[in-house]
Nanobody, 124 residues
Framework: QVQLVESGGGLVQAGGSLRLSCAAP????????AGWFRQAPGKEREVVAT????????YVTDSVKGRFTISKDSAKNTMYLQMSNLNPDDTALYCC?????????????????WGQGTKVTVST
């Protein structure tokens, strides 16, 4: 079983920034696509950003485009989500996920392994 561990969440004021990290065992981020997803209270889980195995193809959902950036450091077995200009609508549990494929996908069901999540709360 693959264990993904997120960190970096917290409470931040609107307009602030946070960087989330996702650690994976071994060299998994070098071989497989991964992504960040979020789930706000009372809402369904939604894609935030994805990255393919090589890191040269990324996707960011429209609502965070220009504010969030996904990246990874395969040598450190870590994926990141840099979030800036946060607003209260970004409040959610953020989870990282890993596919069993090198191609990224915006679909929640295409991801096999999930972390427990890190909570992000944005205050006004």
């Amino acid at each position: 079983q693959v264990q993904l561990v997120e960190s970096g969440g917290g409470l931040v004021q609107a307009g602030g920034s946070l960087r989330l990290s996702c650690a994976a065992p071994g060299r998994l981020f070098s071989a497989y696509a991964a992504g960040w997803f979020r789930q706000a209270p009372g809402k369904e889980r939604e894609v935030v950003a994805t990255i393919n195995w090589s890191g040269d193809s990324t996707y960011v959902t429209d609502s965070v485009k220009g504010r969030f950036t996904i990246s990874k450091d395969s040598a450190k077995n870590t994926m990141y989500l840099q979030m800036s200009n946060l607003n209260p609508d970004d409040t959610a549990l953020y989870c990282c996920a890993l596919r069993s494929s090198g191609r990224s996908s915006p679909n929640v069901d295409d991801y096999r392994y999930w972390g427990q999540g890190t909570k992000v709360t944005v205050s006004t």
